[in-house]
């Protein structure tokens, strides 16, 4: 079974720094393009950033684009997501995700990804 756990979350003010970590367990980490997903009150759960199963192709949504940086680890079966110059409208739930099919480029839809973390918290001050 596939487990995903995020960490990192908390308070922030605007203009500042925040790392989320994902930890996975259950499969070889390595194999699997993982991705990064926000769910603001009252909308609809929207792509933020996603890393292919080698970590040398990323893709990030325009809103976070120069801002956010996903990354992995596949030695430490980690994904990242430094989140800089952080503004009000990032303030979500984040929720990392992984892919259900090994060796997949970047994945962006919701629907294409299988298992998913129970997400974390991130408020932005203005």
């Known amino acids: 079974q596939v487990q995903l756990v995020e960490s990192g979350g908390g308070l922030v003010q605007a203009g500042g720094s925040l790392r989320l970590s994902c930890a996975a367990s259950g499969r070889t980490f390595s194999r699997y393009a993982m991705g990064w997903f926000r769910q603001a009150p009252g909308k609809e759960r929207e792509f933020v950033a996603a890393i292919n199963w080698s970590g040398d192709s990323t893709y990030y949504a325009d809103s976070v684009k120069g801002r956010f940086t996903i990354s992995r680890d596949n030695a430490k079966n980690t994904v990242y997501l430094q989140m800089n110059s952080l503004k009000p409208e990032d303030t979500a739930v984040y929720y990392c995700?992984?892919?259900?099919?090994?060796?997949?480029?970047?994945?962006?839809?919701?629907?294409?990804?299988?298992?998913w973390g129970q997400g974390t918290q991130v408020t932005v001050s203005s």
């Open positions: 995700a992984a892919d259900g099919i090994a060796w997949r480029h970047t994945v962006v839809a919701l629907h294409e990804y299988d298992y």
